[in-house]
């Protein structure tokens, strides 16, 4: 039995398996990838990622949501699971080696968008690519060229610190509970 999702939260949980699979494929992991998955969830991205990487650290920050994901990931010593909001994490804190750089992948809330992206940019040192399930009007803004209606502040940071390209639409019917908004899969290469 899945726990109830938390309003409070922001949790819509993506239930589509297709998307979920065509999500893990569009990142591209390449062998020996250490993957850092924002909001892990009920675990079902997390564990499609783990399958194809050597090192997969889980960040959620539902307790009732911890437990379960602790007890599926027990005995996988490639999953690490974390208790933490993205906002509060420390990259070096779990960085093994001096140049030790994660993909990032992640079902975000939409209110934090822009801080938790500014938090990835910023961290860039640590990250390589940036994977990210968002509203689809903020992953247009994100991609908008100069001189348009959706180019703004937020455009200008993320594409001169990354190379941003929309990889997927994902309707709110993928999701439970729905959204009121339909979801874009976005890609931001570090520069």
Do not use: W
Not at 65 to 80: C, G, M
Not at 92 to 118: F, M, Q, R
Request: aromatic residues 8%; proline residues 5%; glycine residues 4%.
């Amino acid at each position: 039995m899945y726990a109830k999702p938390k309003k409070k939260l922001s949790q819509n949980f993506l239930t589509d398996k297709n998307i979920q699979q065509r999500i893990v494929e569009l990142c591209e992991l390449p062998p020996g990838r250490s993957v850092l998955e924002i909001g892990a969830g009920r675990g079902e991205i997390t564990r499609l990622l783990a399958e194809k990487v050597d090192r997969l650290l889980a960040i959620e920050i539902d307790a009732a949501l911890i437990q379960k994901l602790n007890s599926i990931f027990h005995d996988n010593p490639r999953v690490t699971v974390i208790k933490k909001d993205i906002l509060h994490f420390n990259f070096p804190d779990y960085n093994d080696t001096a140049h030790c750089k994660y993909t990032v992948v992640g079902n975000i809330p939409y209110h934090i968008s822009s801080l938790i992206i500014e938090k990835l940019i910023r961290n860039r040192g640590s990250v390589d690519d940036i994977f990210l399930t968002v509203q689809k009007e903020f992953a247009q803004r994100l991609c908008a060229c100069p001189g348009t209606k959706s180019y703004g502040s937020l455009s200008c940071f993320v594409q001169y610190y990354t190379q941003p390209s929309i990889r997927l639409s994902i309707s709110k019917n993928c999701f439970s509970p729905r959204p009121k908004v339909d979801s874009c899969f976005v890609h931001l290469r570090i520069r």
